[in-house]
């Protein structure tokens, strides 16, 4: 079946625009994961879904970083005026399964975001 | 919060000799270590995760031990062969979110 996919897969922004990545997770996944990969480095968390809740997001950055999953399903997360250094991957992962239980996150192919 | 270290950051091998990564936690509570590999410009894929309550785990050619008195847990990759050449990534968690290591660049020489 079909894996996470995330869109765009390359964003080129202005300093100060603002952007919206999306995410759409494995059809039936609770559980949704926005983390953020700088240059060489591991992914580091910024946000987790159960559903349509946000249970955590308190790994965003700042408050100019924003994410919703209204309907359970579809995730987008938003970066208002953006600055330099938000430049980096940010990946999408889904997981099934009750939870809490520790089941594999399922990674998308991630955003690029560059800004200049 | 968690804190993931992961050695070393770089690692050359010639293929079919084994490779070693190690890493360490902080939060005894962490219960979930999954290694991810990350080719270039690739999603990360898990290839194989343990579990507390269990302090070896093999698939084919990879193998995870962890030891949760010490913190530590490590993966093994025997013959290796050009195609595991890729980025590695230890992974940590007590309940949901990953808490990353670093990385290890493994290069596999023929």
């Known amino acids: 079946g079909a894996g996470v996919s995330q869109s765009p897969r390359y964003k080129v922004a202005k300093r100060g625009q603002d952007v919206a990545l999306r995410c759409d997770p494995i059809?039936?996944?609770?559980?949704l994961f926005w983390y953020q990969q700088a240059l060489g480095q591991g992914p580091e968390f910024l946000t987790y879904f159960q559903n349509e809740a946000q249970l955590d997001k308190s790994g965003l950055p700042s408050d100019r970083f924003f994410a919703e999953r209204p309907e359970g399903s579809v995730s987008t997360l938003k970066i208002q005026r953006t600055q330099q250094e938000d430049s980096a991957v940010y990946l999408c992962a889904s997981r099934g399964g009750r939870p809490l239980k520790h089941n594999e996150q399922f990674f998308g192919p991630g955003t690029r975001l560059t800004v200049l | 919060g968690e804190n993931v270290e992961q050695h070393p950051s770089t690692l050359s091998v010639q293929e079919g000799d084994s490779a070693v990564i190690k890493c360490t936690y902080s939060d005894s509570a962490s219960n979930y270590f999954p290694w991810y590999k990350q080719e270039l410009g690739k999603r990360p894929q898990l290839i194989i995760d343990i579990r507390s309550n269990v302090g070896e785990k093999k698939d084919q050619r990879i193998a995870v031990t962890l030891n949760k008195t010490a913190k530590h847990f490590s993966l093994h990759i025997t013959e290796t062969q050009p195609e595991d050449s890729a980025v590695y990534f230890c992974a940590a968690s007590g309940s949901y979110q990953l808490t990353f290591g670093k990385g290890t660049k493994l290069s596999v020489i023929p």
């Open positions: 059809s039936g996944h609770v559980s």
